[in-house]
């Protein structure tokens, strides 16, 4: 039986600044132009992921695949460099700065569990049971997709993908849960391919691969994964508490390009035919939008437009 040490919950993709009340948003917003205060990240001594990670992934629900493709071409774009730029590798080699060099990222083993065998309601303690479906591999991580018609504990009410780490008799284990919001809560976890559910009300963006949720996945899934290598244990790279950290990824919560503010996205490319928005290639002619991560070598959250 496996110990689960904890779960780290990652927060909505939402911009952080649209939940303040408007004046107290502004006023913040304002004072972040005049003088940008220095992020950092807290390392807090712990093991990091690094080297080759295996990520093993557990499809639970529904998913065509069409759905399964555009994400499994994410997890094997991250160490495709013959990519142009930018490219879902470029974003991902930003997690070699931190303490320990980098790692790459591969799809491996995948299980379709296509009959809801712990049904439609999950509790978090049961995505550990079905992370466990992929069984264990040195240095693997295996990862819960839950389709559209699956609610999940605190899902849509408090976050959009989870990371988590474990002990069993063979040693530590990590592993990851992003969920389909589209039928659920798109305005808080597929923005900004949906209006949000709290603040300005701008135009949302078009899907790069003309799927709002699984778009919505990949900027989880991104969050999620970034976490997960730089602080799978609980004490790697975080600032604030431990069981709710801001890491890599989500300490950056909005920012997509440059110039991003509270319910702008920032400046990204657009596919002149589609009208897509996006700022990464992939493999196999894939574009993807991906949210800034944190450089611990500047302090800054960085983009790839």
């Known amino acids: 039986m496996a110990s689960i040490s904890r779960f ?12 303040l009340p408007p004046a107290l948003a502004t006023s913040r917003k304002l004072a972040a132009l005049v003088q940008e205060q220095p992020l950092v990240l807290k390392y807090h001594n712990g093991q990091l992921l690094k080297g080759n990670i295996t990520v093993n992934i557990i499809w639970y629900g529904k998913f065509s695949p069409i759905q399964r493709s555009i994400i499994v071409d994410f997890l094997n774009s991250f160490s495709s460099m013959a990519r142009p730029a930018p490219s879902v590798a470029t974003w991902w080699q930003t997690t070699g700065r931190y303490r ?9 083993k995948q299980v379709l569990e296509e009959n809801y065998s712990l049904g439609k309601l999950l509790k978090t303690s049961q995505i550990v049971t079905l992370a466990s479906k992929a069984g264990r591999g040195q240095n693997s991580l295996n990862l819960v997709l839950t389709s559209a018609d699956v609610a999940i504990d605190g899902f849509c009410m408090s976050n959009c993908g989870a990371h988590g780490s474990g002990k069993d008799k063979m040693g530590k284990f990590v592993y990851a849960w992003v969920g389909n919001s589209v039928a659920q809560c798109p305005g808080q976890c597929a923005w900004p391919f949906h209006q949000p559910i709290y603040g300005p009300q701008g135009p949302p963006l078009v899907a790069p ?35 709710a950290p801001l890491e890599a990824v989500s300490a950056c919560t909005g920012i997509f390009g440059k110039g991003a503010y509270p319910g702008y996205p920032g400046e990204v490319l657009v596919d002149k035919t589609t009208g897509a928005s996006y700022n990464a290639f992939g493999i196999n002619a894939r574009k993807y939008l991906l949210p ?14």
């Open 8 to 19: 780290i919950i990652l927060t909505s993709l939402l911009p952080l600044f649209s939940l």
């Open 292 to 305: 800034a991560m944190w450089d611990p070598t500047t302090s800054t959250c960085e983009t790839l437009v």
């Open 100 to 108: 320990g060099g980098p790692c790459t990222v591969v799809a491996g």
């Open 209 to 243: 691969n003309g799927d709002v949720g699984i778009d919505g996945m990949i900027l989880n899934l991104a969050t999620v994964l970034a976490g997960a290598v730089t602080n799978p244990f609980d004490d790697g790279y975080f600032q604030g508490p431990a069981n």
